[in-house]
């Protein structure tokens, strides 16, 4: 991934609800296995204004870049 491209990005939380985000690549951001095994992103959601991680848990994420 580049760094300082957006994206959107969308995934289920634990609970159950869809998630839809608009996102941004930093050097802080990675994608990681989590110790239970399933993958892990973390990204800088432009909507909140801090960084969150999605996680493939119950579905797979998906990220559609932005164009510029």
């Known amino acids: 991934m580049e760094e300082n491209k957006t994206f959107t990005i969308t995934y289920t939380?634990?609970?159950?609800?869809s998630v839809t985000r608009k996102g941004k690549w930093t050097d802080k951001c990675k994608?990681?296995?989590a110790k239970a095994g399933h993958a892990c992103l973390t990204y800088l959601d432009l909507d909140a204004d801090g960084y969150?991680?999605?996680t493939n848990k119950i579905t797979p994420w998906?990220?559609?870049?932005?164009?510029?």
Do not use: N
């Open 52 to 54: 969150r991680t999605a």
């Open 13 to 17: 939380k634990l609970s159950g609800e």
């Open 62 to 68: 998906s990220i559609k870049w932005s164009q510029v």
């Open 31 to 33: 994608e990681h296995i």
